[in-house]
Nanobody, 115 residues
Framework: QVQLVESGGGLVQPGGSLRLSCAASGITFKVYTMGWYRQAPGKQRELVASIRSDGSTNYPDSVKGRFTISRDNTKNTVFLQMNSLKPVDTARYFC?????????WGQGTQVTVSS
């Protein structure tokens, strides 16, 4: 059974930082492209960051330079370091694992940026 379990969300002030983690089980983690997505109320889910099996990364302009995705294949875990957080970053953040036609999602973790 595939499980993706996110953690690390919470309430943070503007300009602050958070580090999200996603622990995966039930998959051959090292071959999967891992991604972080977010969804704010009333909006579509959007890609925040992704990291391929070769370590190459991709970010949209909205988070480039502020967010960093990394992975630890020995622990089957992907991380998202978020710095300089803004209120517009407030959303539920989801972990995704993708390989060929396979795609799995976690339940998400809430990130709220507010003073």
């Amino acid at each position: 059974q595939v499980q993706l379990v996110e953690s690390g969300g919470g309430l943070v002030q503007p300009g602050g930082s958070l580090r999200l983690s996603c622990a995966a089980s039930g998959i051959t983690f090292k071959v999967y492209t891992m991604g972080w997505y977010r969804q704010a109320p009333g909006k579509q889910r959007e890609l925040v960051a992704s990291i391929r099996s070769d370590g190459s990364t991709n970010y949209p302009d909205s988070v480039k330079g502020r967010f960093t995705i990394s992975r630890d294949n020995t622990k089957n875990t992907v991380f998202l370091q978020m710095n300089s957080l803004k209120p517009v970053d407030t959303a539920r953040y989801f972990c995704n694992a993708a390989f060929s036609t396979l795609s799995y999602w976690g339940q998400g973790t809430q990130v709220t940026v507010s003073s």
